[in-house]
């Protein structure tokens, strides 16, 4: 019986002493919260210019309708190299936590080509989750040149800092043909 006792007792110090010093703990990842991402459109305006975000029905939104959603905090009027749009991938943890956030674009309909000239314009920022696009023209911009619209799956992930949970959402993103 005392054996038992005293073997029991060893493994439990031997349990705590090893997640001690291997910086182990009881607490479970902690997983970021956030709803789905919703699908959007845009229109390459041919201008070599960032793109312009649609509505629903096809039509342009001038920007400060109740649902244009999140306008990028880096837009100037005078500059117009930063869309006018963001989109919000923002996720929440418990206090104490933080994030940082990533995307990847793939293709739907499109090739390697398109793929790699989206995302060489569109950022994230770490911290904050929000994506925009930033380009100074041709040939640095979009362009969608097809007679299609352009279909791309973006990925966002929302990584809890000094943890392994994550929060991973997808949505489409499509740009109209231009005409």
């Not at 100037?76 to 940082?100: F, M, N, Q, R, Y």
């Not at 990533?102 to 569109?122: D, Q, Y």
């Not at 279909?151 to 997808?170: M, Q």
Request: glycine residues 8%; charged residues 15%; contains cysteine.
């Amino acid at each position: 019986m005392r054996i038992a006792f005293v073997l029991r007792t060893w493994i439990l110090c031997g349990t705590l002493v090893t997640q001690v010093a291997c910086g182990g703990s009881d607490d479970p990842d902690i997983i970021p919260t956030g709803g789905a991402l919703p699908n959007l459109a845009f229109a390459d305006n041919d201008g070599y210019l960032p793109l312009d975000k649609l509505k629903a029905d096809g039509s342009f939104y001038a920007g400060n309708e109740p649902d244009f959603g999140t306008p990028n905090p880096a837009y100037a009027v005078s500059s117009k190299t930063e869309s006018k749009w963001a989109i919000d991938t923002s996720a929440s943890v418990p206090a104490g936590h933080t994030l940082s956030y990533s995307f990847k674009v793939s293709g739907v309909n499109v090739g390697a080509a398109e793929v790699a000239s989206l995302t060489s314009n569109l950022r994230i920022q770490a911290d904050t989750g929000l994506i925009t696009q930033s380009c100074t023209g041709f040939p640095n911009c979009y362009d969608n040149h097809s007679a299609q619209d352009d279909e791309f799956l973006i990925t966002a992930t929302a990584s809890v800092n000094g943890n392994k949970g994550s929060l991973t959402r997808k949505f489409a993103l499509r740009v109209r043909a231009n005409n």
